[in-house]
């Protein structure tokens, strides 16, 4: 696999790991985010800002939510996690984040779908 591929994989999880299980999403933002950010999640308005203020009320609201990589996957500028997401005293969710990096490599954009871990299954295989 080519360099920038095994970069922006490596980089999506660190910035993922520093905003959501660090509970730093500014420092997130400064590290890894391009000079605009364009959010496709419903719940978060545009913008590294707003990103930032969404990631901060949410380490307040949830302290020690976390996340775990399952798989990391990347093409061309795209890299996608799916992820195990933990929020204590909520659901836990098994999530799909993509996300586009620039030229540089640094991260401008982002979309996510999230599901319900239920505790229910008509099969055996689990979400991961």
Known sequence: MN???EANK?????F???MFNQCKPREAVELYVGDHYIQHNPHVADG???FIDYFERMAAEY???KTVFKRAIAEGNLVVLHCH???PGSHDYAGMDIFRFDENG???EHWDVLQIIEDHSENDNGLF
Do not use: T
């Open 3 to 5: 360099a920038q591929l």
């Open 10 to 14: 490596k980089n999506a999880q660190a």
């Open 16 to 18: 993922y790991d520093l």
């Open 48 to 50: 590294k800002q707003a």
């Open 63 to 65: 302290p020690g939510k």
């Open 85 to 87: 997401q933990i929020w």
């Open 106 to 108: 640094k991260i401008v």
